[in-house]
C-alpha cells in the first residue's frame, strides 16, 4: 500500500461522544483537518454508517469499522479511535441490535481492492482478544501505532508523511 499515512496524527486516544454519529463525526473531520479525506467524506461516512453499520461485538472488545467511498479520499489511512466509554454501534448485518464499542478503525482508501486488503488484515486483529485489550489499554498513540504497524505487517504503513 503505496502513500498510506499512519502516524499519531489519526490516533485518537479518550475519544468522548454519547452516540456513534458523534464519535464517526470527530475521527472523520481529524481527517479533513489533516488534509487527507475531503470534506465530502464526513457526510459521506456518516451516511453510509446509518445505512450499513459497522459494529463488530468481537470477543473482549467490541469494534467498529466505519468507512466510505473512495471518491472522498485525498490520501490512504487507518484512523484509530480509542473511546474513552462504550458507544452503542450498530451491529453489522443487524440494524435492530447494538454492541458497545470501545475500538473504532476508521478506514479511508482510495481504491476497493486496498479497502478490502486492509480490511482483512484488520479482521485477523479483531479474532485476537488479547491484542484488543492491548491496544485499548496503550495511554499513548505512538505505542498504539507500533503495535498496529506490526500486527498488520503493513511495510508501507511506514511512510506517508503529510
Do not use: C, Y
Request: aromatic share 4%; glycine share 4%; hydrophobic share 40%.
Amino acid at each position: 500500500m503505496s502513500n498510506f499515512v499512519f502516524n499519531e496524527s489519526v490516533i485518537l486516544l479518550n475519544l468522548e461522544g454519547e452516540k456513534d454519529s458523534e464519535i464517526i463525526q470527530i475521527m472523520a473531520e481529524n481527517l479533513v483537518d489533516q488534509g487527507l479525506v475531503k470534506e465530502s467524506f464526513v457526510p459521506a461516512i456518516l451516511k453510509r454508517e446509518d445505512e450499513f453499520p459497522t459494529g463488530l461485538p468481537t470477543e473482549g472488545v467490541s469494534v467498529a469499522i466505519p468507512h466510505t467511498d473512495a471518491e472522498h479520499v485525498r490520501k490512504k489511512t487507518l484512523s484509530v479511535g480509542v473511546l474513552k466509554q462504550p458507544v452503542d454501534f450498530k451491529i453489522m448485518g443487524n440494524n435492530s441490535k447494538t454492541t458497545s464499542v470501545q475500538l473504532v478503525f476508521m478506514l479511508a482508501m482510495d481504491k476497493a481492492d486496498s479497502q478490502l486488503n486492509l480490511l482483512q488484515r484488520l479482521i485477523e486483529i479483531f479474532q485476537n482478544a488479547n491484542l484488543l485489550r492491548d491496544i485499548l489499554n496503550q495511554s499513548n498513540a505512538t505505542d498504539i501505532k507500533n503495535l498496529l504497524e506490526e500486527k498488520l505487517e503493513m511495510v508501507d504503513f511506514k511512510g506517508g508523511e503529510k
